[in-house]
Structures are given as C-alpha cells and as structure tokens.
Nanobody
C-alpha cells in the first residue's frame, strides 16, 4: 500500500513562490507515475502536473506551464512541485497522486493512491 504525504503549502502573496513536497512510502516509487492535482472550493479537482517514472517529459496543465516545475528524486522517494509567479487563481488544496505504471495520466480516476493534500493560498 502506497502512502503519500504532502508538505510545503502556505500563504503567499501574488507573484511569490512555494515549493511543495510529497513523500512516498510503501511501494516501488521508481515504477510509479506521480502527479499533482488541485481542488479549489466549489470546483472540481484538476490536473496540475505529472512526472513519469524516469522523470523525463513531464506534463503540465496549460495555466501553469512556465511557472510550475515538477521534479522527483527516486532515491529519496520524493516528488516536488516548484511554483513560481503564483496567482490568486492558484489557490487550492494540492494533492499528490501515484499510479502503478509508466504512462502519464491527467485524469484523477487513473491514479491509485492519494495524499491528504496541502493548502496553498495566494493573496492578491
């Protein structure tokens, strides 16, 4: 059973930066595709970014391209999300997710394991 725990959320002003981290345990991390999703109040959960098991060719949601960077350290079983130039519309609960397999997926239902989430709030 894979367990995921996010950290690094907080309150930041627009234009600022935050770095989220996800610590994974209980599985074969380097065989999992990892992703970040987010959910704002009253909205559906949406895909943010994903990393294949090798870390190559990450995928991003259009609104975060050029501002967010996903990275992973298979030796440490961690997944990070560096978020720069934050905007108020980035405010959400951010979730780390994992799926067993090498193919990147952008739909939440294709992920097998989820963390509890970490709150990111961007003030204007």
């Amino acid at each position: 059973q894979v367990q995921l725990k996010e950290s690094g959320g907080g309150l930041v002003q627009a234009g600022g930066s935050l770095r989220l981290s996800c610590a994974a345990s209980g599985g074969t991390f380097d065989k999992q595709t990892m992703a970040w999703f987010r959910q704002a109040p009253g909205q559906e959960r949406e895909f943010v970014a994903a990393s294949s098991w090798s870390g190559g060719s990450p995928r991003y949601e259009d609104s975060v391209k050029g501002r967010f960077t996903i990275s992973r350290d298979n030796a440490k079983n961690t997944l990070d999300l560096q978020m720069n130039s934050l905007k108020p519309e980035d405010t959400a609960l951010y979730y780390c997710a994992a799926r067993l397999g090498r193919l990147i997926a952008t739909i939440g239902g294709q992920y097998d394991f989820w963390g509890q989430g970490t709150q990111v709030t961007v003030s204007s």
